[in-house]
């Protein structure tokens, strides 16, 4: 069983660039979940894609935005990076089901993303 | 919205003894989900124990426990034995019937000193 990946480790960045971020979700789940932690914080709901379709979104502009593709892989990106944006980027992978009975199965953390934008 | 409140930031115990984390949460749900996550210095975030509100019964996982106190909306962590593994950072988390997402709080560093 392969679990949660994401690419790049790290990642450096400019004001005013755009980023993307990549997550291979584990094995059979079907839901990958985007967090954003700052330093000494605790990690910020992004937003949840299921099946390939947005499912949830925490309070995030729109110049956050995703994709998940059919194999179940997820992208974020991050348009007109600012400095408040350096973080990192977590991605949960889950199991999720259109009746809901699935939800609070756990969500599987990959090791995140290193953001710095100078 | 829910918030998911850790009071302690930083905790140190000696390696064996019993620590306790605290956790207070605010929500108007009735059905909703509690983690304990475990975020050592490699960054990767480990689930420790889960809780459904709906049960009565503290959940137990190895020398992990907790206390629920629903009414209370407390959601404490026991460790047991502390081990020197157990340093880390330890979040409690709050999953509600929406499609939100974990609300976390902001973690207590718990470090265990041989």
């Known amino acids: 069983e392969t679990g949660v990946t994401q690419s790049p480790t790290h990642l450096i960045k400019t004001r005013g660039q755009q980023v993307t971020l990549r997550c291979s979700s584990q094995s059979g789940h079907n839901t990958v979940s985007w967090y954003q932690q700052a330093l000494g914080q605790g990690p910020q709901f992004i937003f949840q894609y299921y099946r390939e379709e947005e499912n949830g979104r925490g309070n995030f502009p729109p110049r956050f935005s995703g994709l998940q593709f059919p194999n179940y892989s997820s992208e974020l990106n991050v348009n007109a990076l600012e400095l408040d944006d350096s973080a990192l980027y977590l991605c949960a992978s889950s199991f999720g089901s259109p009746s809901g009975r699935a939800r609070g199965t756990e969500q599987f953390f990959g090791p995140g993303t290193r953001l710095t934008v100078l | 919205a829910q918030t998911v409140t850790q009071s302690q930031p930083e905790m140190s115990v000696q390696e064996a003894e019993t620590v306790t984390l605290s956790c207070t949460y605010d929500t108007s749900e009735n059905n909703y989900y509690l983690f304990w996550y475990k975020q050592p210095p490699s960054r990767q975030m480990i689930l420790v124990i889960r809780q459904e509100a709906y049960k009565q019964q503290n959940a137990t996982e190895n020398r992990f426990s907790v206390n629920f106190q629903k009414a209370a909306k407390s959601f404490s962590l026991k460790i047991s034995d502390s081990q020197l593994g157990d340093t880390a950072m330890y979040f409690c988390?709050?999953?509600?019937?929406?499609?939100?997402?974990?609300?976390f709080g902001k973690g207590t560093h718990l470090i265990i000193q041989p």
């Open positions: 988390a709050f999953l509600g019937g929406g499609a939100d997402g974990l609300t």
